[in-house]
T-cell receptor, first 111, second 115 residues
Framework: DQQVKQNSPSLSVQEGRISILNCDYT??????FLWYKKYPAEGPTFLISISSIKDKNEDGRFTVFLNKSAKHLSLHIVPSQPGDSAVYFCAAYKGAQKLVFGQGTRLTINP | NAGVTQTPKFQVLKTGQSMTLQCAQD?????MSWYRQDPGMGLRLIHYSVGAGITDQGEVPNGYNVSRSTTEDFPLRLLSAAPSQTSVYFC??????????????FGPGTRLTVL
């Protein structure tokens, strides 16, 4: 039972354009969400997070949007750069101790 | 400041063998956890610890044991390896044990193959 779903296994975007990565969740008890970025042969690194009491959080080129009624969040990267090519994982906290991850989306930025 | 370190980087086991995956952090984090990453499944929580002497099960704990005798170390033991345990294993740590949401810092991973 996948409680956090990233339905797009891959996404290809041209350099300079906007990348939009999507994530859906089923458990209404999730109340804090994070995005992680992962390069090959490395561990995931934290990118940005959002609390369920907010609908938007911005950090430089990265913005996360949360739509609680739709149980949907998205990560926007503007402008996309070649170094953004990586696998992106959406994750949600169940309580404050258990982190549940989505399957990941592989983002490729084309020059 | 090394962050979260994991050893070994790669390991091949035969079915039935036992081994311990090591994890250490030098950030004085209370919370530590183990995940496995499988294709198409994302990362799944195996076990976690909110402090020395305290551990609990995650989403997929069967076949794995953990203990936490110090703040710094959180080893993961496979008592009798099975091919289904072939995976990439990540250790992570964060500041707060409970009551607060914190980013988790991940180690570089251990790639385990069970034949």
């Amino acid at each position: 039972d996948q409680q956090v779903k990233q339905n797009s296994p891959s996404l290809s975007v041209q350099e300079g354009r906007i990348s939009i990565l999507n994530c859906d969740y089923t458990n209404s008890m999730f109340d804090y969400f994070l995005w992680y970025k992962k390069y090959p042969a490395e561990g995931p690194t934290f990118l940005i997070s959002i609390s369920s009491i907010k609908d938007k959080n911005e950090d430089g080129r990265f913005t996360v949007f949360l739509n609680k009624s739709a149980k949907h969040l998205s990560l926007h990267i503007v402008p996309s750069q070649p170094g953004d090519s990586a696998v992106y994982f959406c994750a949600a906290y169940k309580g404050a101790q258990k982190l549940v991850f989505g399957q990941g989306t592989r983002l490729t930025i084309n020059p | 400041n090394a962050g979260v370190t994991q050893t070994p980087k790669f390991q091949v086991l035969k079915t039935g063998q036992s081994m311990t995956l090591q994890c250490a952090q030098d950030m004085n984090h209370e919370y530590m956890s183990w995940y496995r990453q499988d294709p198409g499944m994302g990362l799944r929580l195996i076990h976690y610890s909110v402090g020395a002497g305290i551990t609990d099960q995650g989403e997929v704990p069967n076949g794995y044991n953990v203990s936490r005798s110090t703040t710094e170390d959180f080893p993961l033991r496979l008592l009798s390896a099975a091919p289904s345990q072939t995976s990439v294993y990540f250790c992570a740590s964060s500041y707060a044990a409970a009551g607060a949401y914190n980013e988790q810092f991940f180690g570089p991973g251990t790639r385990l193959t069970v034949l």
